[in-house]
């Protein structure tokens, strides 16, 4: 569970949560029907609360994409049922996840295109495009957007082939005019709002400039410590290797010899097997690790081959103090400054493995809702 303020009695003490948070809870209803309580004590036990209203969102309540994953197993233990770990990021209220555990709704957590929050889920609101990091899944996004406000549809992007089923993409460029074909379905016109994440900042800036070119506005950039490879001949396959692992922040003495290992390397570096979701989806889809491996080194060896172009957009970038310097990736926010139309830096005292965790997120989450409430009123 997410560092939750607690009272004397071990209670959740809600005056204590940050603001986003305290101002978002609704005004209590008690649960109607037998599955609401059912939902409401589960939330109660998860939050050590007393009670929690029907209406009030589990992320506003200080819950984050591990607690969503943690909720959702513990509900299917307790229905007896499958539910869709989707589900938990689409209806984010008791009255809203009581209405589609009902309907019955089967979402799928490895589609190109995902629905973030409740706002995405009914098509309502100004949309915000997230891009997923090397991993290919997006759904670290869904924190975001208990500072975003109600007004923000939050949808995700992610890679094609995660379900082995789709041909993988064969340079950044294709992944990037595959979303904006995606975002297109949802909104027609611009102007578009995108935020990515590592190698989503990439894919971001690159999509930027592909719906410039064709004449669309882009009314937000923004990028979580995403950041280039060096184009350099000469470097060795297992230099490049060492160069990301030192980005990474991770143990250099275990880095992989060669490219072609890393894919496995970051699985068990990340403890793919474990997580939440991939448990959760593994017995539809028994070959995921395998398949998520692929999405990972194919992931990889399109940023080694793409130089970015330059767009005429400002980016927002969201720079991890702790991120550790690499002899094969760009370290430093200014290699953008002649690719966009002005850069906005924003500190984060973080590392660039930790930017969507509750800590930094209570750093980034406002300062992105700021970015886009100025660009509303710019486009108004």
Same mark, same amino acid.
């Given at each position: 569970?997410?560092?939750?303020?607690?009272?004397?009695?071990? *209670?959740? !003490?809600? *005056?204590?949560?940050?603001?986003?948070?305290?101002?978002?809870?609704?005004?209590?209803?008690?649960?109607?029907?037998?599955?609401?309580?059912?939902?409401?004590?589960?939330?109660?036990?998860?939050?050590?609360?007393?009670?929690?209203?029907?209406?009030?969102?589990?992320?506003?309540?200080? +819950?984050?994409?591990?607690?969503?994953?943690?909720?959702? $197993?513990?509900?299917?233990?307790?229905?007896?049922?499958?539910?869709?770990? $989707? $589900?938990? =990021?689409?209806?984010? &209220?008791?009255?809203?996840?009581?209405?589609?555990?009902?309907?019955?709704?089967?979402?799928?957590?490895? +589609?190109?295109?995902?629905?973030?929050? &409740?706002?995405?889920?009914?098509?309502?609101?100004?949309?915000?495009?997230?891009?997923?990091?090397?991993?290919?899944?997006?759904?670290? =996004?869904?924190?975001?957007?208990? #500072?975003?406000?109600?007004? &923000?549809?939050? #949808?995700?992007?992610?890679?094609?082939?995660?379900?082995?089923?789709?041909?993988?993409?064969?340079?950044?460029?294709?992944?990037?005019?595959?979303?904006?074909?995606?975002?297109?379905?949802?909104?027609?016109?611009?102007?578009?709002?995108?935020?990515?994440?590592?190698?989503?900042?990439?894919?971001?800036?690159?999509?930027?400039?592909?719906?410039? !070119? /064709?004449?669309?506005?882009?009314?937000?950039?923004?990028?979580? !410590?995403? #950041?280039?490879? *060096?184009?350099?001949?000469?470097? /060795?396959?297992?230099?490049?290797?060492?160069?990301?692992?030192?980005?990474?922040?991770?143990?250099?003495?275990?880095?992989?010899?060669?490219?072609?290992?890393?894919?496995?390397?970051?699985?068990?570096?990340?403890?793919? @097997?474990?997580?939440?979701?991939?448990?959760?989806?593994?017995?539809?889809?028994?070959?995921?690790?395998?398949?998520?491996?692929? %999405?990972?080194?194919?992931?990889? /060896?399109?940023?080694?081959? =793409?130089?970015?172009?330059?767009?005429? %957009?400002?980016?927002?970038?969201?720079? $991890? @103090?702790?991120?550790?310097?690499?002899?094969?990736?760009?370290?430093?926010?200014?290699?953008?400054?002649?690719?966009? +139309?002005?850069?906005?830096?924003?500190?984060?005292?973080?590392?660039?493995?930790?930017?969507?965790?509750?800590?930094?997120?209570?750093?980034?989450?406002?300062?992105?809702?700021?970015?886009?409430?100025?660009? @509303?009123?710019?486009? /108004?």
């Amino acid at each position: 569970m997410s560092d939750l303020p607690l009272n004397v009695n071990g *209670k959740l !003490d809600r *005056k204590a949560l940050p603001e986003p948070h305290w101002q978002c809870l609704s005004e209590y209803t008690a649960p109607r029907t037998p599955l609401e309580e059912k939902l409401a004590e589960l939330w109660c036990e998860i939050f050590q609360l007393d009670r929690i209203g029907v209406h009030d969102s589990f992320f506003d309540l200080g +819950a984050d994409s591990l607690t969503a994953a943690r909720m959702v $197993a513990r509900l299917r233990l307790l229905l007896g049922r499958d539910v869709p770990l $989707a $589900a938990a =990021f689409e209806a984010t &209220t008791i009255a809203e996840l009581a209405e589609h555990l009902q309907r019955g709704s089967q979402l799928d957590p490895l +589609a190109c295109c995902q629905t973030l929050n &409740t706002a995405a889920a009914r098509h309502e609101g100004e949309p915000l495009f997230c891009i997923h990091p090397v991993l290919g899944l997006s759904w670290g =996004f869904a924190g975001l957007g208990q #500072y975003l406000g109600k007004d &923000t549809a939050l #949808y995700g992007l992610q890679s094609r082939g995660l379900d082995g089923q789709a041909e993988l993409p064969g340079s950044i460029e294709e992944v990037a005019a595959d979303y904006i074909f995606q975002l297109r379905q949802i909104q027609p016109s611009g102007p578009y709002r995108l935020l990515g994440w590592s190698m989503g900042g990439i894919v971001a800036q690159e999509m930027a400039r592909q719906l410039r !070119d /064709s004449g669309e506005s882009v009314g937000f950039l923004g990028v979580l !410590d995403a #950041y280039p490879f *060096k184009l350099e001949n000469g470097a /060795s396959e297992a230099e490049v290797a060492l160069g990301i692992i030192d980005f990474l922040g991770l143990d250099a003495a275990r880095a992989p010899a060669s490219m072609a290992e890393m894919s496995d390397f970051l699985c068990r570096e990340y403890d793919v @097997l474990n997580m939440d979701i991939v448990k959760g989806l593994q017995d539809q889809h028994s070959n995921l690790l395998e398949d998520v491996a692929a %999405v990972i080194a194919n992931n990889l /060896s399109l940023l080694q081959g =793409f130089a970015p172009g330059a767009v005429d %957009v400002p980016m927002h970038f969201f720079q $991890a @103090l702790d991120t550790a310097r690499s002899e094969s990736i760009q370290h430093c926010p200014s290699v953008w400054h002649d690719k966009v +139309a002005g850069l906005h830096v924003h500190p984060v005292n973080c590392h660039h493995q930790a930017m969507l965790e509750a800590g930094p997120l209570a750093e980034i989450g406002p300062q992105v809702a700021a970015a886009l409430l100025s660009g @509303l009123r710019e486009a /108004s």
